[in-house]
């Protein structure tokens, strides 16, 4: 079965901070890796990463894959109250499924 | 506009009954995706359908049925079966495999 495993589940942070969240990875036919930002209902996509070693960057945010390791981080950086939400980490595969993590939640408190 | 469409927004059922959740998309692609969420959870795969007429099972489709007629359309169906179907539904759609996903609105359904 596929698994993709996310940690911390949650954490706080104070503004102005860095966070690194984790993903790691055990899927079948691996075709690529994603980032979404859930605030409320619908995730909103941040990245998708396919390559080992090749950073993606979106302003404070940023994210690199290790294929040979299996995981992704996700850094934000200079932290801000608008950055709090569910970070959410899924793994595509050839076969069309998409699996998802089970969040991290982060909250930035002023 | 392009975009998924869920409806409707909340949905109230009593037990023992099975409901459809409605899912459209326009943005012509070929995968979709049904996930359940839970208070604090993340995105379990319920179904997946690459293409018209074939879709494959995901993690938790115990309880749960789709069909695939239409490009443009998924329908869930919650059967009496699925002993804990209060949830929040969402429904996603890609262009092709392992590419950017959309997400619907969402459905949250309350059994009483």
């Known amino acids: 079965e596929d698994k993709v495993v996310q940690s911390p589940l949650s954490l706080v942070v104070h503004e102005g901070d860095t966070v690194t969240l984790n993903c790691s990875y055990e899927v079948t ?6 980032w979404y930002k859930q605030e409320k209902k619908a995730p909103t996509f941040l990245f998708m990463l396919t ?5 993606k960057k979106s302003g404070r945010l940023s994210s690199i894959l290790d294929k040979k ?17 569910v970070y959410l980490c899924a793994v595509g595969s ?9 969040g991290t939640t982060v909250t930035v408190r002023a | ?29 070929d995968a979709m995706y049904w996930y359940r969420q839970d208070p604090g959870q993340g995105l ?5 359908s690459q293409i018209v007429n074939d879709f494959q099972k995901g993690d938790i489709a115990e ?50």
């Open chain 2, 63 to 112: 309880g749960y049925s789709v069909s695939r007629e239409k490009k443009e359309s998924f329908p869930l169906t919650v059967t009496s079966a699925q002993k804990n179907p209060t949830a929040f539904y969402l429904c996603a759609s890609s262009y092709y495999r392992g590419t950017e996903a959309f997400f619907g609105q969402g459905t949250r359904l309350t059994v009483v």
């Open chain 1, 94 to 102: 050839n076969d069309y499924k998409l699996s998802f993590g089970a």
């Open chain 1, 51 to 55: 390559s080992s070693g090749i950073e």
């Open chain 2, 44 to 48: 379990r795969l319920i179904y997946y």
């Open chain 2, 1 to 29: 506009d392009g975009g998924i469409t869920q409806s409707p927004k909340y949905l109230f059922r009593k037990e023992g009954q099975n409901v459809t959740l409605s899912c459209e998309q326009n943005l012509n692609h």
């Open chain 1, 69 to 85: 390791e299996l995981f992704s981080i996700l850094n934000i950086t200079a932290t801000q109250t608008g950055d709090s939400a």
């Open chain 1, 29 to 34: 036919n691996f075709r690529s890796l994603l």
